[in-house]
């Protein structure tokens, strides 16, 4: 089975902090894609890669950066944390030239006080 | 861009009954439609999916239609079961992997079953 694994299930962190959040896939995908997810807005693209250190903005880049040095890991940066970026954060890979089917992890909560 | 409406917000049901969830979308080049299922604490899940050379596929107790004309699709559940309770997206793509492999997706739509 695809396994999609994010590093932290919950986050609290401080206003203005520098946030880190780990994705990594165990299936040798190319693509992989940060979400967020809010109640009434369903899953919106923050940023998501086809390649290593390659990157392209999703719907909703602001206020966040990823970084993809390795195939199987997918980091999202929120270079200084704001309250408006408590959510729910989703991360998912997907295989090139197999249609859209994409797979995701568990989630991480964030919470940002 | 790409807009996904889905409907309703919320659903509640009887065991036993069906449940149906609508999406329309607004590119007519979309042409892959897949259903997630996120259950409580987890990742959605893809749960089917259909392309748009094809106006219906089943499994088992699911269903989706496509209507192109409309720009719409379904999803339908029969002889609904508690652990169908969850949160289903619907989402619509065009094209096949490279640059064209992003998701739009529906608000979701919180399905209870009612033992």
């Known amino acids: 089975d695809v396994k999609v694994t994010q590093s932290s299930r919950y986050l609290v962190k401080r206003t203005g902090e520098k946030v880190f959040l780990e994705c990594v896939q165990d299936m040798d995908h190319e693509n992989m894609f940060w979400y967020r997810q809010d109640p009434g807005l369903g899953l919106r693209l923050i940023y998501f890669s086809y390649d290593v250190k390659m990157k392209e903005k999703g719907d909703i880049p602001e206020g966040y950066s990823v970084s993809r040095e390795k195939k199987e890991r997918f980091s999202l940066i929120l270079e200084s944390a704001s309250t408006n970026q408590t959510s729910m954060y989703l991360c998912?890979?997907?295989?090139?030239?197999?249609?859209?089917?994409?797979?995701f992890g568990a989630g991480t909560r964030l919470s940002v006080l | 861009g790409e807009n996904v409406e889905q409907h309703p917000s919320t659903l509640s049901v009887q065991e036993g009954d069906s449940a149906v969830i609508k999406c329309t979308y607004s590119?007519?080049?979309?042409?892959?439609f897949p259903w997630y299922k996120q259950e409580l604490g987890k990742g959605p899940q893809l749960i089917i999916d259909?392309?748009?050379?094809?106006g219906e596929k089943k499994d088992q107790r699911i269903a989706v239609t496509l209507n192109k004309t409309a720009k719409h699709f379904s999803l339908h559940i029969t002889e609904t079961q508690p652990e169908d309770s969850a949160v289903y997206f619907c989402?619509?793509?065009?094209?096949?992997?490279?640059?064209?492999?992003?998701?739009?997706f529906g608000t979701g739509t919180l399905l209870a079953v009612q033992p």
């Open positions: 989402a619509a793509s065009k094209g096949s992997g490279g640059a064209t492999n992003k998701l739009i």
């Open positions: 590119d007519s080049a979309s042409n892959y």
């Open positions: 259909i392309r748009s050379n094809v």
């Open positions: 998912a890979s997907s295989p090139q030239g197999r249609g859209n089917i994409q797979y």
